[in-house]
């Protein structure tokens, strides 16, 4: 039975514009031709952690087991944070910088073990700048080609963690921290619905932030809203997420990743 081809995932903030995924590609080819390449994202605003841990969490479990996550936002390239792989107990691998923000997607999967890789085993760069390409495509290749973790890197222990922020849930609000705005500019939260369920039963809310208000409804779809109407409903990332039906929240509320709503029922009496 033939081997099944390793599945690669990249996830980056280098946008489209320049060369730069398709030469982390081509790295990867160059050790293994028939290797599975996942675009996830390469539009990660730029040098934003938190949005990347985020993403990661979101996605890793529908990818397949065994799965090989290059994982490339680097504000402190060549500024000697080291290089990590990631192993985890369902067999995928992360491939990254030391900087804690791969480490809340590859908790969900069980960590096993942590190497640092080492360096003096790879191809000299012509660069200090472009770790993405001369080190981790060159590290995601050779292990797709079936080198062992151990001919690549030494075990660590002492690997950079991040921790997710929580909501924060008062006597009648909750306070949900925006972690990503997709193309359409909803607005995704850290909230899950069974939380803000089990603490404001009121349909229609209140969403407060930067000094502004406004009301809306909890609505099951985009579309059971007006037009250009705000709305909080389930997004496909199975979080809260704050949307104007045909409209760009971000645009139109000048909200992004890192502000915080406090959502809460209206005054008693004007809940509808």
């Given at each position: 039975m033939?081997?099944s081809?390793?599945?690669?995932?990249?996830?980056?903030?280098?946008?489209?514009?320049?060369?730069?995924?398709?030469?982390?590609?081509?790295?990867?080819?160059s050790?293994?031709?028939d290797?599975?390449?996942?675009?996830?994202?390469h539009?990660?605003?730029?040098?934003?952690?938190l949005?990347?841990?985020?993403?990661?969490?979101?996605?890793?479990k529908?990818?397949?087991e065994?799965?090989?996550?290059?994982?490339?936002?680097?504000?402190?390239?060549?500024?000697?944070?080291?290089?990590?792989?990631?192993?985890t107990?369902r067999?995928d691998?992360?491939?990254?910088?030391?900087?804690?923000?791969?480490?809340?997607?590859?908790e969900?999967?069980?960590?096993s073990?942590?190497?640092e890789?080492?360096?003096?085993?790879?191809?000299?760069?012509?660069?200090?700048?472009?770790?993405?390409?001369?080190?981790?495509?060159?590290?995601?290749?050779?292990?797709?080609?079936?080198?062992?973790?151990?001919d690549?890197?030494v075990?660590i222990?002492?690997?950079?963690r991040?921790?997710?922020p929580?909501?924060?849930?008062?006597?009648?609000?909750?306070?949900?921290?925006?972690m990503?705005v997709?193309?359409?500019?909803?607005?995704?939260?850290?909230?899950?619905?069974?939380?803000l369920?089990?603490r404001?039963?009121?349909?229609?809310?209140?969403i407060?932030?930067?000094?502004?208000?406004?009301?809306?409804?909890?609505?099951?779809a985009?579309?059971?809203?007006?037009v250009?109407?705000?709305?909080?409903?389930?997004?496909?990332?199975?979080?809260?997420?704050?949307?104007?039906?045909?409209?760009?929240?971000?645009e139109?509320?000048?909200?992004?990743?890192?502000d915080v709503?406090r959502?809460?029922?209206?005054?008693?009496?004007?809940?509808?």
């Open positions: 033939r081997k081809r390793p599945v690669i995932s990249l996830l980056t903030d280098y946008g489209l514009r320049d060369p730069y995924v398709a030469e982390v590609k081509a790295v990867i080819l050790y293994c031709r290797a599975v390449i996942i675009d996830v994202s539009e990660v605003s730029a040098f934003n952690e949005e990347a841990a985020f993403l990661l969490t979101t996605y890793v529908y990818m397949p065994g799965t090989i996550h290059v994982c490339i936002i680097d504000p402190g390239v060549g500024a000697g944070r080291r290089g990590i792989v990631v192993e107990m067999g691998l992360f491939i990254g910088p030391d900087t804690g923000f791969m480490i809340p997607a590859a969900l999967l069980g960590i073990r942590v190497y890789i080492d360096e003096s085993k790879l191809p000299s760069r012509p660069s200090e700048t472009f770790h993405g390409r001369d080190v981790f495509a060159h590290v995601a290749g050779r292990l797709a080609a079936g080198v062992e973790i151990e690549i890197g075990e222990d002492d690997y950079v991040m921790r997710l929580k909501p924060v849930v008062g006597e009648n609000w909750i306070d949900a921290t925006i990503h997709d193309r359409f500019g909803n607005l995704i939260t850290n909230l899950r619905p069974d939380l369920s089990s404001i039963r009121s349909k229609e809310l209140v407060e932030f930067k000094g502004r208000a406004i009301r809306c409804k909890f609505m099951k985009y579309g059971l809203a007006r250009g109407e705000p709305l909080l409903t389930v997004g496909g990332t199975g979080f809260i997420e704050l949307a104007v039906n045909r409209g760009s929240a971000a139109t509320l000048r909200l992004s990743v890192g709503i959502i809460k029922p209206p005054p008693e009496g004007e809940a509808r």
